[in-house]
């Protein structure tokens, strides 16, 4: 429980909806962050009672969920931050310390760079599962004010800006799976929709092959996406990839579990753009 004499000048923005299970952790995870707000869209549960009660100085804003981009760019335009530096974290992941530690070191210093990317530890029946996950993910959390926008990518967003990026690689923890296996499919449902709106996008962008082999993480993989989109049997690709390539089996049970849930998902991913391709 913060304070309000934490001593990182960070504001951290944590987006939630129905997330009782999840905001107690997360908040105490983020005791060391200078500012939180919650941007809530719409919890029909304790979310945000239990956000007041954690944090004391917790500042609670409301807005409907669009999507993650506009979401993001909402609470950039509408909470006033007070920090330079804004960290996004969701409300199921964990600020560990030495991540924390990192992001101080970060922006103590971090000359002409305007975001940072972060990578996840994904814990999942009660461990990390590295290997399947491909660890590590990078998805850009922490930026300069008035310096990074977003846009929606998939059931994602993506980053917008013309400045210089960088990598913080001390992980934080990302409990995936804490509402439930019900909860994960009903919103991996909401997720394979999204997804086949970007994966026709993609087919009618071409392959750079350059980046593809290139030394940066986030060009790869967002050129390996492109070249996903075209490739047949994704599903059974999927699986083969993280649980033999990547060393899902590594993982032991949870591994194994975690691999075949996201079969699942390219299963219903691969159906929707069928049938969206007939339609």
């Given at each position: 429980?913060?304070?309000g ?12 909806k ?5 905001i107690r952790p997360?908040?105490?995870?983020l005791a ?7 941007v ?19 500042r609670l ?11 993001r760019n909402w ?5 006033q931050?007070r920090?330079d530096?804004?960290?996004f ?12 530690q ?6 103590a210093?971090p000359?002409a760079?305007v975001?940072?990317?972060?990578c996840?530890r ?6 990390w599962?590295r290997?399947?996950t491909?660890y ?12 990074v ?6 059931h ?7 400045g210089?990026?960088a990598y913080?690689?001390?992980?934080y923890?990302?409990?995936?799976l804490?509402?439930g296996v019900s ?22 962008e ?9 030394p ?15 490739m047949p049997?994704r599903a059974l ?5 993280m649980?033999v390539?990547?060393?899902g ?10 691999c075949r849930?996201?079969?699942s998902?390219?299963i ?12």
């Amino acid at each position: 429980m913060s304070d309000g004499s934490a001593s990182v000048p960070v504001s951290v923005i944590v987006l939630t909806k129905d997330e009782e299970v999840n905001i107690r952790p997360c908040l105490e995870s983020l005791a060391w962050a200078d500012e939180v707000i919650v941007v809530d869209s719409g919890s029909r549960d304790r979310t945000t009672t239990l956000a007041a009660e954690t944090r004391k100085d917790v500042r609670l804003f409301s807005h409907s969920f669009q999507d993650f981009g506009d979401q993001r760019n909402w609470a950039l335009d509408n909470t006033q931050p007070r920090n330079d530096w804004i960290l996004f974290v969701d409300a199921d992941e964990r600020i560990t310390t030495a991540c924390a530690q990192a992001i101080r070191k970060a922006i103590a210093a971090p000359g002409a760079t305007v975001g940072f990317y972060l990578c996840n530890r994904y814990i999942f029946l009660g461990r990390w599962i590295r290997h399947c996950t491909l660890y590590p993910s990078w998805q850009l959390r922490l930026l300069k004010k008035g310096q990074v926008r977003f846009r929606k990518e998939g059931h994602g967003q993506r980053e917008v800006t013309d400045g210089p990026l960088a990598y913080i690689r001390e992980p934080y923890d990302h409990h995936g799976l804490s509402k439930g296996v019900s909860e994960w499919i009903a919103r991996h449902n909401v997720y394979s929709s999204q997804e086949v709106e970007l994966l026709l996008r993609l087919r009618r962008e071409p392959i750079e092959w350059a980046k593809v082999f290139g030394p940066d993480p986030v060009d790869r993989r967002r050129s390996l996406k492109r070249l996903a989109a075209r490739m047949p049997c994704r599903a059974l690709f999927r699986f083969l990839y993280m649980y033999v390539v990547r060393g899902g089996f590594l993982d032991g049970k949870p591994g194994l579990v975690f691999c075949r849930l996201r079969m699942s998902h390219e299963i219903h991913i691969v159906v929707k753009l069928r049938e969206a391709e007939r339609a």
